[in-house]
């Protein structure tokens, strides 16, 4: 998501040093690490991948870079952050992305290593064989067509079937409802919903090594800052079970999260990490947070 000089105006008036009220009791804060690096490509993270061990990730930014590191870790908590080479995402003809077309926002990497991005300037899902490779754009629906602007496909997972699940931030179906777009490889559907609560906003999703559907949720209280929601879901064939909410922050908690990804430590626990996107901008910052999970 990329804000305007109105919304960076409000952004600057954050009051960073707000106390902090306690999280959803259900999810455990282990630790946060703000990440900077100094080069003008370095910022605006939307979305995250975490190998199986939690000691590399890959992610995306909102101007068509992605980045892969390997992480240092000393029980469990990231010392270090050690980034490769960043690589510009290509069109389907080879050129670097740009302008509306490069505003990468979810990502999900198949068990094979191939790389899906979604996109919310144009909304559509990519495939790259590949960091450096041409895109392979899957089929664009009328239905993606039709989203909003600046609140389309911000959420990418895929599933252990290798089916990619993306979610509009702000697009609504007639009732008001999510839609969950699936590709199984032919086609895209909406074979479920979900559903809607408060003022939170869907930024990013992954499912877990459980097999359970984790979507990253979002809000902005203007002067002071963004919260962050964490919700889960049994999916069945017949749709969405089992709504959990794991995590609920409290605003100014964490920076903006927009990117999540669920894997497990050495202890067997389930993690979450995320990284926050700083829209590029002076007063926000970098960071991953991670939290365990119960089962």
């Known amino acids: ?86 690589v510009h995402l290509k069109s389907a003809v080879g050129k670097k992305l740009r302008g509306k077309f490069a505003d990468s926002e979810g990502l999900a990497i198949a068990r094979d290593g191939t790389i899906h991005v979604s996109f919310e300037g144009v909304a559509r899902v990519a495939r790259y ?26 959420a990418l997972a895929i599933d252990a079937a290798g089916h990619l699940y993306t979610l509009p931030e702000s697009g609504r179906d007639r009732d008001g409802a999510i839609p969950v777009f699936r590709w199984n490889g032919r086609a895209w559907s909406v074979p479920f919903t979900l559903p809607p609560r408060g003022r939170f906003l869907p930024v990013g999703a992954d499912f877990g090594p459980d097999g359970r559907l984790y979507v990253l949720e979002r809000a902005f209280n203007p002067p002071f800052g963004f919260r962050a929601r964490l919700r889960r879901w049994t999916i069945t064939p017949r749709g969405p079970t089992n709504e959990e909410t794991l995590l609920q922050t409290a605003t100014g908690t964490h920076d903006n999260l927009e990117g999540v990804a669920i894997w497990r430590d050495d202890a067997g626990r389930l993690r979450a990490t995320m990284v926050s996107d700083d829209n590029f901008f002076a007063l926000q910052r970098t960071e991953l947070v991670e939290y365990a999970l119960p089962d």
């Open 129 to 154: 064989d590949r960091p450096d490779s041409r895109a392979e754009v899957l089929p664009r629906p009328a239905a993606f067509r039709q989203l909003p602007h600046n609140g389309a496909l911000e």
């Open 1 to 86: 998501m990329r804000h305007g000089p109105a919304a960076k105006l409000i952004l600057a008036l954050i009051v960073t040093c707000l106390p902090a009220a306690a999280d959803h009791p259900r999810a455990q804060h282990l630790g946060s690490v703000r990440w900077q690096i100094d080069s003008p490509w370095f910022g605006g993270f939307s979305g995250i991948d975490m190998s199986r061990d939690g000691t590399h990730m890959t992610v995306v930014s909102d101007t068509a870079i992605l980045l892969r590191a390997r992480l240092e870790r000393r029980d469990g908590a990231i010392t270090a952050i050690v980034a490769d080479k960043p």
